[in-house]
């Protein structure tokens, strides 16, 4: 299983950026699909996440901002980011949760991160 990220760059402050994320291999189902990042010298925290129901979950500092999305027939997730804020500057990562059959566990997974920089 892979998780392939990607749309990540330099972006001022106000702008916008567009993550995407694929997820590809032995795939059965993916539960939560979603967003991480992680800034020089602090924890990885969560951005945002996405039910295969459709339920997000966003962390207080980007509502109203960021906006994610996932097609599951796709298996892949978007993270929309409007109005950038230079703290946003982090290494991205993509999650999936995930199962490779209907007898196995339910797994996180990992993408490789991509960064966001914002600054003028």
């Known amino acids: 299983v892979q998780l392939q990220a990607s749309g990540g760059g330099l972006v001022q402050p106000g702008g916008s950026l567009r993550l995407s994320c694929a997820a590809s291999g032995r795939i059965f189902s993916i539960s939560t699909m979603g967003w991480y990042r992680q800034a020089p010298g602090k924890q990885r925290e969560l951005v945002a996440s996405?039910?295969?129901?459709?339920?997000?979950n966003y962390a207080d500092s980007v509502k109203g901002r960021f906006t994610v999305s996932r097609d599951n027939a796709k298996n892949t997730v978007n993270l929309q980011m409007d109005t950038l804020k230079p703290e946003d500057t982090a290494v991205y990562y993509c999650?999936?949760?995930?199962?490779?059959?209907?007898?196995?566990?339910?797994?996180?997974?990992w993408g490789q991160g991509t960064l966001v920089t914002v600054s003028s």
């Open positions: 996405v039910t295969i129901g459709g339920s997000t």
């Open positions: 999650n999936g949760n995930l199962r490779t059959s209907d007898l196995s566990p339910y797994y996180n997974y």
